[in-house]
C-alpha cells in the first residue's frame, strides 16, 4: 500500500498548522476598535477585573513592554498538533523569537529559520538541517502568527467584549478568567488589509463569532489563553478543528535567541 512522500507530508502538515495559526491569529489578532466609552478608561486595580477590552488591552500592553521578554509554550489538537509541544523565547523589543519542541525554528527580522531534515531534503542539500525562509515568504508569515502572542494590543479584534470574569489559579498563581467573544462582521470590518484573507475564510465557513479565554495575572500579565478555530477549506485545502493553548511564564527574564550557523543553514527553494 502506497503511504505517500514523506517530505509531502511533512509540508502539508507545517502548512496546514501555520494556516491553523494564522486564523487562530484572527481570534487574536488585529487592533481593537475604539469603543463607544473610550476616554473613560477604567482605574481599577488589578484585584479588580476589567469591564472593557480597552482598559484589559491598555494594562496588559504597558506592563508587557516593560518586562521587554516572556517565554511561551503552545499545545494544541488538530493541525496545530503538528508542531507538537512547542516553547518558545521571546524577545519582545527586538521582536525576535527562537522555538523548540517538534520542530525548532528561530525568527529574526531577516527572516525565519527553521530545523527539518525532510524540508532540507526538498530543498537539496540534506547536510544543511535548517532551512531558511525571507520574511515575506507565505509559511514564514504564517507561522511567524505565533509572535503575535507577545502583543496583547493584536490578541483582541475589533468587536470584542468581555461577557464574563472570575478569580482562579492558574499553575499556582492568582488569576482572573476573562471570557472574550467577537463578532466576527466587526472584526472583518476593522481588520488590516493581511488579515482579511483569514477573516474571510472564516465567514465563508458560516462562523459569526469567535470566543476565546484569556487568563491575566495580579501583574496585569497574561498567563495563558484558550482559543478554538473550526473546521476550514482555505485554498482548497481542508484545515480541521483546531484548539490551541498558550501558557506565558518567565516574564522579565533573560531569553537566547541564537541564528543557526551558516555552515547548516541553506534557502528555501
Not at 239 to 264: C, L, N, R
Request: overall charge negative; charged content about 20%.
Amino acid at each position: 500500500m502506497q503511504r505517500g512522500n514523506p517530505v509531502r507530508r511533512t509540508t502539508v502538515a507545517l502548512s496546514a498548522a501555520a494556516l491553523a495559526i494564522t486564523l487562530g491569529a484572527c481570534s487574536q489578532g488585529g487592533t481593537p476598535a475604539s469603543p463607544g466609552n473610550a476616554g473613560q478608561e477604567q482605574t481599577e486595580s488589578s484585584s479588580s477585573p476589567f469591564k472593557d477590552i480597552s482598559s484589559l488591552i491598555s494594562s496588559a500592553k504597558s506592563n508587557m513592554d516593560a518586562k521587554k521578554t516572556v517565554t511561551v509554550s503552545f499545545e494544541g489538537t488538530g493541525a496545530v498538533q503538528a508542531l507538537g509541544s512547542t516553547k518558545c523565547q521571546l524577545d519582545i523589543a527586538q521582536t525576535e523569537m527562537a522555538c523548540t519542541g517538534a520542530t525548532e525554528m528561530v525568527f529574526t527580522k531577516d527572516g525565519m529559520y527553521i530545523k527539518s531534515p525532510e524540508l532540507a531534503q526538498l530543498s537539496g542539500d540534506p547536510s544543511k538541517p535548517w532551512l531558511k525562509m525571507a520574511a515575506n515568504d507565505s509559511m514564514a508569515q504564517q507561522l511567524g502568527q505565533l509572535g503575535k502572542i507577545n502583543d496583547f494590543e493584536s490578541m483582541l479584534p475589533p468587536g470584542s467584549k468581555i461577557t464574563s470574569s472570575a478569580k482562579e489559579q492558574v499553575d499556582g498563581q492568582e488569576a482572573t478568567r476573562y471570557e472574550i467573544v467577537t463578532d466576527l462582521k466587526e472584526a472583518a470590518a476593522g481588520a488590516k488589509p493581511e488579515e482579511k484573507p483569514a477573516f474571510q475564510a472564516l465567514a465563508d465557513a458560516g462562523v459569526t463569532e469567535l470566543k476565546q479565554t484569556v487568563w491575566v495575572d495580579a501583574e496585569g500579565l497574561p498567563l495563558k489563553t484558550d482559543s478554538t478555530t473550526p473546521a476550514l477549506t482555505v485554498a482548497g485545502q481542508q484545515i480541521p478543528e483546531s484548539t490551541m493553548t498558550v501558557h506565558y511564564s518567565d516574564w522579565g527574564k533573560p531569553v537566547q535567541i541564537t541564528v543557526p550557523p551558516a555552515d547548516q543553514v541553506q534557502e528555501k527553494r
